[in-house]
Antibody, heavy 124, light 107 residues
Framework: EVQLVESGGGLVQPGRSLRLTCTGS????????VSWVRQAPGKGLEWVGL??????????EYAASVKGRFIISRDDSKSIACLQMNSLKTEDTAMYYC???????????????WGQGTVVTVSS | DIQMTQSPSTLSASVGDRVTITCRAS??????LAWYQQKPGKAPKLLIY???SLESGVPSRFSGSGSGTEFTLTISSLQPDDFATYYC?????????FGGGTKVEIK
């Protein structure tokens, strides 16, 4: 079964950092992009960023709202991807989902499956 | 950025009803559109990709259509398991964006 599991969420003060980890199983992790999407309480879905597979250069895209603060990385040898969140703001409070990115060669990405999510709360 | 607008935001329907949800893009996205279903407390689930391609394992009562800027998700005969929130997502370019969601409620 293809599965993604997020970990590392929690309560953090504004301005501090937090690192989320996504562990994949049931598929060849290195062959796929990994994306992060978040959902603030009671709100809709907001794309955060994506890291391509090594086949497509391992390049990274970010949403404007997190660019310069968040960093996505991956370690295919461990089947993990990470979301390093720095300079956190209260508006970053959300459920964070890790998702496998499916593509038609390297340019267009849709998302399946989604992990169960991990909650990040930014509050003093 | 491409904006995705869904309508309606809430829809009340009965079991057996035919339901249609609309998603409009602020500029042409060809057929680079996906639909997701989200139930309360759960992660979203992929239903449709490339506007009309049914994801494996998704019941055939779900269908998608459209291209360019206007798209629809249709549930041919609403089942009790289908009461949920539905989101469209374009993936024509980065940043990808989601519609605001359509909540399908029991009438």
């Amino acid at each position: 079964e293809v599965q993604l599991v997020e970990s590392g969420g929690g309560l953090v003060q504004p301005g501090r950092s937090l690192r989320l980890t996504c562990t994949g199983s049931g598929f060849t992790f290195g062959d796929y992009a990994v994306s992060w999407v978040r959902q603030a309480p009671g709100k809709g879905l907001e794309w955060v960023g994506l890291i391509r597979s090594r086949l497509y250069g391992g390049t990274i895209e970010y949403a404007a709202s997190v660019k310069g603060r968040f960093i996505i990385s991956r370690d295919d040898s461990k089947s993990i991807a990470c979301l390093q969140m720095n300079s956190l703001k209260t508006e970053d409070t959300a459920m964070y989902y890790c998702i496998r990115g499916l593509t038609i060669p390297g340019a267009k990405y849709w998302f399946d499956p989604w992990g169960q999510g991990t909650v990040v709360t930014v509050s003093s | 950025d491409i904006q995705m607008t869904q309508s309606p935001s809430t829809l009340s329907a009965s079991v057996g009803d035919r339901v249609t949800i609309t998603c409009r893009a602020s500029q042409s996205i060809s057929n680079w559109l996906a639909w997701y279903q989200q139930k309360p407390g759960k992660a979203p689930k992929l239903l449709i990709y490339k506007a009309s391609s049914l994801e494996s394992g998704v019941p055939s009562r779900f269908s998608g259509s459209g291209s360019g800027t206007e798209f629809t998700l249709t549930i041919s005969s609403l089942q009790p398991d289908d009461f949920a929130t539905y989101y469209c997502q374009h993936y024509n370019s980065f940043p990808v964006t989601f519609g605001g969601g359509t909540k399908v409620e029991i009438k």
